[in-house]
């Protein structure tokens, strides 16, 4: 199964040379927010408008060393949360994706 990250590429570029990638929401919510295939175009309206492009990481869940749970969030709707860091092997592909 696949979950989608979603994140500007001025954060990512600041993980370049690390084998794990953390967003600032693990430090202020202590998860990772992480969406669903058919939750990336929302997610992206909704918190990304302002950006001219974002990156959608590719995170193949079998291959993740942090816990992921599936929770309520946006209307009660679940998505995936990643409690830890992203390993970078679990990163299957990187889309850049015009806003």
Request: glycine share 6%; charged share 20%.
């Amino acid at each position: 199964m696949f979950i989608y990250h979603i994140v500007t590429t001025e954060v990512w570029e600041r993980f370049a040379a690390s084998e794990h990638y953390f967003s600032p929401s693990l430090d202020t919510e202590g998860f990772i927010h992480c969406s669903y295939a058919e939750q990336v175009d929302g997610v992206i309206e909704r918190y990304y408008g302002q950006e001219n492009s974002v990156l959608i990481l590719t995170i193949d869940c079998s291959l993740l060393s942090s816990r992921l749970v599936s929770e309520p969030s946006t209307a009660g709707e679940l998505y995936p949360h990643i409690y830890g860091m992203i390993n970078k092997s679990a990163i299957v592909s990187i889309e850049v994706r015009n806003v």
